[in-house]
């Protein structure tokens, strides 16, 4: 599903990804630890061009975004991006639309859903959230779990076959940190492919099939595996 190798990016003379490679197969949950400042989201932005690399090639869904350091065309990278989801640390939901809103956004102007298609199908992305009771409320009228399955939602509302999270949890208490869990556990049993930075070893452990570590931009094969439930 995603497949980096050799990646290089500097912010000016600051080398922060220096050849970092990873493969996603369908369906896994890969969590990417480290210490902070190592470059993650440098590369989860990356992987979602919102940052540019040097050199290196991103493969997404068997196409690539970056190939030897040369970037794809526009509009392939419009529909490459169309595969992914990136839920931020912070919500970033539209404050003055209600949840329901803030999921159909996205489809009618990306996906030139109709209303009504938009509308259905976002009902039973916000009923598998369990969140079907809230579709009216605004975002300052929810918990923080509650906002963070709702940014969950909008991203899977584009139906990417890759989704991304930094640091999904770190704005939750334990209890909230589960409720995001269960989720994740639920979209990777429907072959979902998840790209996951956390700090949190616990959650890394509970939802991830492998965990790697980003360390001096590169990333390094962790051997600790999370329990199979
Ligand atoms: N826009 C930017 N301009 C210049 N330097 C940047 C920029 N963004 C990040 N950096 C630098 O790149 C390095 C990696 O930052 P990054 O945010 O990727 O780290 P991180 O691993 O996500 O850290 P954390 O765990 O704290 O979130 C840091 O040294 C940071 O100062
Ligand atoms: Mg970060």
Redesign the pocket.
């Known amino acids: 599903m995603l497949k980096v190798e050799g990646l290089y990016k500097s912010?000016?003379k600051?080398q922060?990804l220096k050849g970092a490679n990873l493969h996603v197969k369908p369906g896994e949950v890969v969590v990417v630890v480290?210490?902070?400042?190592?470059?993650?989201?440098?590369?989860?932005?990356s992987v979602n061009y919102l940052?540019k690399c040097q050199t290196g090639s991103i493969q997404i869904g068997g196409k690539y975004l970056l190939k030897d350091g040369v970037y794809a065309s526009k509009e392939e990278i419009r529909e490459i991006r169309r595969n992914i989801g990136l839920v931020f640390?912070g919500f970033n939901l539209f404050p003055h639309k209600n949840v329901l809103e803030n999921l159909i956004e996205a489809p009618i102007r990306v996906l030139k859903y109709s209303p009504e298609r938009a509308k259905d199908e976002a009902m039973q992305i916000l009923t598998f959230l369990n969140l079907a009771d809230k579709a009216d409320s605004y975002p300052c009228e929810l918990s923080g779990g509650q906002k963070q399955r709702v940014a969950i939602g909008r991203a899977l509302a584009l139906k990417p076959e890759l989704m991304c999270f930094?640091?999904p949890t770190s704005a939750l208490d334990p209890a909230l940190t589960g409720e995001v869990a269960k989720v994740i556990k639920s979209l990777s049993g429907e072959g979902m492919a998840m790209l996951i930075?956390t700090?949190d070893m616990q959650f890394a452990k509970q939802v991830a099939d492998r965990i790697v570590s980003?360390e001096d931009g590169c990333i390094v094969e962790e051997h600790i595996y999370a329990n199979a439930d």
């Open positions: 912010y000016g600051t922060v480290g210490a902070s400042g190592g470059g993650k989201t440098t590369f989860l932005r940052e640390q930094d640091e930075i700090h980003m």
